[in-house]
């Protein structure tokens, strides 16, 4: 079951089955393909299993096709959502060094940084080239393309409204090891450039906490 708001009417609910779960192109992450009726505007609603559990977050739907809808599971989600507070590693022997050679366990020791795909919805590029941007232009990072010369990598989930305006965003920096190092998340503001906004806040919180860790004791 998917509940939603397509263009505004709240509560919206629509039925179907997980027909495939599939790895599209362009995307970094798996989505669930259901059958289930997302219109433009349910973007961010719940995708329940009959026994009323959350399974995923409806995203998008496929343009040019027939119900083809998809959801991100929840597992993957749900690291996003646990708060904008950086978090310091624990100690593990596995952790994956850098091409430079360096072994990152804080946030504060991130120097460089790649962007995964956000999504392929017009308001999820344009979120993604204005991060870009405004990172690139602070002395704090380095962003590179090619995710294997980073320290870390930041991915996203961006939601838009019914007119393809970002609504949501979430976001987490991961090192290449896979641990969690710092998550946020924005919600777009009713004026002025939606996209801008949320490009600023969450350049701001990273590197406003980047700044705060580095500065802590070891």
């Not at 996003?80 to 507070?85: E, V």
């Not at 009713?190 to 802590?216: M, Q, T, Y």
Request: no cysteine; glycine share 10%; aromatic share 4%.
């Amino acid at each position: 079951m998917s509940i939603g708001s397509p263009l505004s009417l709240e509560g919206t609910v629509s039925n179907g089955i997980i027909s495939s779960i599939r790895e599209l192109k362009d995307e970094n992450r798996r989505l669930f393909q259901t059958t289930a009726p997302i219109s433009p505007g349910s973007s961010g609603g719940a995708l329940l299993n009959m026994g009323g559990e959350l399974i995923g977050i409806t995203t998008a739907e496929m343009v040019g096709g027939q119900n083809l809808n998809f959801a991100v599971p929840n597992n993957v989600v749900r690291p996003l959502l646990s708060g904008s507070s950086p978090r310091k590693l624990a100690d593990k022997p596995n952790v994956k060094e850098t091409a430079s050679g360096r072994v990152v366990q804080r946030l504060g020791e991130v120097t460089s940084i790649a962007f995964a795909s956000f999504g392929q919805t017009r308001a999820a590029l344009i979120v993604r080239e204005k991060l870009i941007n405004r990172l690139v232009k602070s002395d704090r990072l380095n962003v590179v393309d090619d995710p294997s010369q980073a320290d870390a990598v930041l991915n996203g989930v961006v939601t838009e409204n019914a007119y393809g305006i970002v609504s949501t965003a979430t976001f987490r920096l991961d090192t290449q090891g896979g641990h969690v190092l710092w998550s946020g998340e924005s919600l777009a503001r009713d004026w002025g450039s939606a996209s801008s906004h949320v490009a600023e806040k969450i350049a701001n919180d990273l590197l406003s906490s980047i700044e705060k860790d580095s500065k802590r004791k070891k």
